[in-house]
């Protein structure tokens, strides 16, 4: 079993939509957590820290549920500049564990 | 934010030559950096933790003879893949963890190394 679990997707939707991605993880232990955005052939971005009593910022919120060892990020409004892939990422330990990411694609 | 630079960005070799790629913290300084390697369409996988003054830590199933890490500086990294090979071929990302940060660790731009 992968340590962070993703539905790498693609999930293809219009300008203006709303979106949400899931991920879990497999270590009870683990202390931090996190969304990154990944554009082609780049290095991953911050997006955003993922608390348990959740956090937005702008058009994203993040969701975090220790008890069942699920995050998720919700996009309102989408841009076609959202298009990327986004990784959700769990720190153990002074490690950061990747997801395989999900990729998002932003149509007109 | 703090900046981390990669050199080379792109790298193509032929097989059984060695490649290094440099990792600097241009506006901070990191006691603590990381290498990572990222296959078409997989996540980043660490590879080692870099300290500076000692010995890089290995993730499991990573060659430490093959990768080389050399940490002289609070402000760089290097990572050197010995007498490497087409599977070698991938995307090297180094991160740098600066001081008072917690967990946040700030990205290099990534080297994309193909070996012939």
């Known amino acids: 079993r992968k340590e962070v679990e993703q539905d790498p997707g693609p999930f293809n939707v219009p300008e203006g939509a709303t979106v949400a991605f899931n991920c879990t993880y497999s270590?009870?232990?683990?202390?931090?957590f996190f969304w990154y955005r990944q554009d082609c052939r780049k290095e991953p971005k911050l997006l955003m820290s993922v608390y348990s009593s959740g956090n937005e910022d702008g058009r994203f919120t993040a969701q975090l549920n220790r008890a069942s060892q699920y995050i998720s990020l919700l996009i309102r409004d989408s841009k076609l500049s959202d298009s990327a892939t986004y990784l959700c990422?769990?720190?153990?330990?002074?490690?950061?564990?990747f997801g395989q990411g999900t990729t998002l694609q932003v149509k007109p | 934010g703090a900046v981390v630079s990669q050199h080379p960005s792109r790298v193509i070799c032929k097989s059984g030559t060695s490649v290094k790629i440099e990792c600097r913290s241009l506006?901070?300084?990191?006691?603590?950096m990381f290498w990572y390697r990222q296959f078409p369409k997989k996540s980043l996988m660490l590879m080692a933790t870099s300290n500076e003054g000692s010995k890089a830590t290995y993730e499991q199933g990573v060659e430490k003879d093959k990768f080389l890490i050399n940490h002289a500086s609070l402000t760089l990294s290097t990572l050197t893949v010995t007498s490497a090979h087409p599977e070698d071929s991938s995307f090297y990302i180094c991160?740098?963890?600066?001081?008072?940060?917690?967990?946040?660790?700030?990205f290099g731009p990534g080297t994309r190394l193909t070996v012939l």
């Open positions: 990422v769990v720190g153990e330990g002074g490690k950061l564990i």
């Open positions: 506006d901070f300084q990191a006691t603590t």
């Open positions: 270590n009870s232990a683990s202390q931090s």
């Open positions: 991160s740098a963890l600066a001081g008072g940060s917690g967990y946040e660790q700030f």
